[in-house]
T-cell receptor, first 113, second 109 residues
Framework: EPEVTQTPSHQVTQMGQEVILRCVPI?????FYWYRQILGQKVEFLVS????????KSEIFDDQFSVERPDGSNFTLKIRSTKLEDSAMYFC???????????FGQGTRLTVV | KNEVEQSPQNLTAQEGEFITINCSYS?????LHWLQQHPGGGIVSLFM???GKKKHGRLIATINIQEKHSSLHITASHPRDSAVYIC???????????FGEGTQLTVNP
């Protein structure tokens, strides 16, 4: 069964460093999303991406964050100059069409020390 | 901004019991999603519905658009159903999901 895959599963980084979280969405999906979940809190929307551009972003998604689809399969989230409060589980999701079911990856646990 | 509220926050049941988890939201939506999150953190989509009722195995999801309310039912609950169940509202088609806090379900044998 097709699935969304995320790498790495866990990343530890020093404060101030840049990290890139990687996602491979389901191959025939057109819409891509990043969400994050700080430990003990609810899942929060970061950004949605369609047709090689951001279609919507939340107030959390400031200049520290960027997304890219560098090739036909990967979808990445870059976090520049990481802060302690960026520690969270980051989920990638994809959907085939607008308004169809979203499939989630297993998440990348980011720990900033 | 949509507010999504779930109840209860925690639920403990005995194996075999019928489970109901409730979700309410504050503004009109195009779809309501029910998701399951296991202890490892991974999220699995259970249902996406915009009206009526959907059933998959022992799971049933209903939505009342007028009352802005949805319920997830689990019949004949089993310890393997233990997980966090999350509802999420999609305000316009293809847009962001706004998540509830989640309901931690524990089913004891």
């Amino acid at each position: 069964e097709p699935e969304v895959t995320q790498t790495p599963s866990h990343q530890v980084t020093q404060m101030g460093q840049e990290v890139i979280l990687r996602c491979v969405p389901i191959s025939n999906h057109l819409y891509f999303y990043w969400y994050r979940q700080i430990l003990g809190q609810k899942v929060e929307f970061l950004v949605s991406f369609y047709n090689n551009e951001i279609s919507e972003k939340s107030e959390i998604f400031d200049d520290q964050f960027s997304v890219e689809r560098p090739d036909g399969s990967n979808f990445t989230l870059k976090i520049r100059s990481t802060k302690l409060e960026d520690s969270a589980m980051y989920f990638c999701a994809s959907s085939r069409f607008m308004g169809t079911e979203a499939f989630f990856g297993q998440g990348t646990r980011l720990t900033v020390v | 901004k949509n507010e999504v509220e779930q109840s209860p926050q925690n639920l403990t049941a005995q194996e075999g019991e019928f489970i109901t988890i409730n979700c309410s939201y504050s503004v009109g939506i195009s779809a309501l999603h029910w998701l399951q999150q296991h202890p490892g953190g991974g999220i699995v989509s259970l249902f996406m519905l915009s009206s009526g009722k959907k059933k998959h195995g022992r799971l049933i999801a209903t939505i009342n658009i007028q009352e802005k309310h949805s319920s997830l039912h689990i019949t004949a609950s089993h310890p393997r159903d233990s997980a966090v169940y999350i509802c999420a509202a999609e305000e316009t088609s293809g847009s962001r999901l706004t998540f509830g806090e989640g309901t931690q379900l524990t089913v004891n044998p």
